[in-house]
């Protein structure tokens, strides 16, 4: 189960499309407004799924007390109907993935156990 539509790895095999995509994803990261509270774009992952609560588990302390100071600092931002100082954003260069390699594992693991629990065995006579 992918962790959500992407045209990524098309894009990859095709330099011509990656170079038309890219002005695009940019304006809309930041158009979507989460950079502007501070937030990377694994933060914005809902944690009532089992597999996300999962990958949360296995963040590092540090990674996990920083994830949580930042959905705080939005939720209060948002609350009071403000933003962050323009330098104070999450710049492109920090918005990098966190918590998505971790959940890819995660689905990984998912899909392995699913496999070894249907597995059958034939018996040769």
């Known amino acids: 189960m992918p962790v959500a539509p992407s045209l990524y790895n098309a894009a990859v095999k095709r330099p011509w499309l990656m170079n038309m995509l890219k002005p695009l994803a940019g304006w809309y990261a930041n158009a979507a407004g989460y950079r502007q509270l501070g937030l990377k774009a694994d ?7 089992e597999p996300v609560l999962k990958a ?3 963040l590092s302390p540090q990674e996990s007390y920083d994830r949580i100071y930042r959905i705080r600092r939005a939720t209060q931002l948002s609350l009071q109907q403000k933003v962050l100082p323009k330098n104070e954003w999450t710049k492109p260069e920090e918005d990098v993935p966190y918590l998505s390699p971790i959940l890819e594992q995660v689905y990984a693991e998912g899909k392995e156990k699913q496999a070894l629990d249907t597995l059958t065995i034939l018996k040769k006579h």
């Open 43 to 49: 933060d914005l992952l809902v944690e009532e799924s």
């Open 56 to 58: 949360v588990a296995r």
